[in-house]
């Protein structure tokens, strides 16, 4: 049977009238996944003809040595150019993939505290020689139930742009703590920081708070769509707090259900 979604508003006047509307959004609905679906083919299909090109561009570069200079510039723009678009392809699969988020196991206890090392290891790489100081405080012992690919992903994503939008040596903290409510990620930076206007628009796909300055970053635009959409799939949710030129913070928040002890028994 085809499913109906509805959407419900209700609107309460006063102390006892209440306004309901019900909208059949099951139209709304279907185009979304069609759009998702196209989206997903669309990638999947470039995505053979980019590597080839690209696996082409690198033999090029590698035997340009001979060539005139302008050649050698063009050929590699292009490589660069190459690799730019298969990272963006990746990401379009990636966010795909996770938006449908169907046959995936988003409940194996996850060592969080590794994973952010892990994470800000890479991320010392990303910094070079900007250096970045770059602090982990992870003393939270629980696990949190997850998708590590998937939270893997989400907490790059966060930590990589804290790298890219923060100035050289500026600092970096990536936490992870538990209380009461639940398990908190927090990645803070003493960055560019992004004007109020901006914050609720940032998780849209391609939404950039400047966009003269994404060209350099390198940056596809989706990485805090897929932040979102992972935690979506973790009961989660995104907050950002910032202040233009002191710095930003974006807080990962997971309910207390999917906190798992570390060493049960
Ligand atoms: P991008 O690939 O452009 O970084 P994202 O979806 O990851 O795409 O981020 C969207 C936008 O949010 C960025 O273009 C940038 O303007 C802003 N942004 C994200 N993280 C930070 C940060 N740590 N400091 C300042 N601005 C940020």
Known sequence: ??????????????????????????????LELMRRDFVSNVSHEMRTPLTVISGYLETLVDNADDLPAKWQRAIKTMATQALR???????????????????????TPTDINTLIGQICQDARTLSGDRQHEILVNATAS??????????????????????????????????????????HLSVKDTGAGID???????????????????????????????????????????????????????VCHFPAERLVEAHPG
């Open 1 to 30: 049977k085809p499913h109906i979604h509805l959407q419900i508003e209700i609107s309460l006047f006063g102390d006892d009238d209440r306004l309901i509307v019900a909208k059949d959004v099951t139209r709304l609905h279907q």
């Open 85 to 107: 678009m298969e990272t963006l392809i990746a990401d379009l699969i990636l966010l795909s993939r996770i938006e449908t988020g169907e046959q995936e196991d988003t409940n």
């Open 142 to 183: 629980k696990m949190l139930k997850g998708d590590e690919s998937q939270l893997r992903s989400a907490f790059s994503n966060l930590v990589f742009n804290a790298v890219k939008y923060t100035p050289a040596q500026g600092r970096i903290t990536v936490s992870w703590y538990t209380d009461a409510d639940g398990g």
């Open 196 to 250: 109020q206007v901006h914050i609720p628009r940032l998780t849209e796909r391609f939404y950039r708070a400047d966009p003269s300055r994404h060209k350099d970053t390198g940056g596809t635009g989706l990485g805090l769509a897929i932040v979102k959409h992972v935690l979506i799939n973790h009961d989660g949710h995104l907050e950002i707090r910032s202040k233009p030129g002191k710095g930003s913070e974006f």
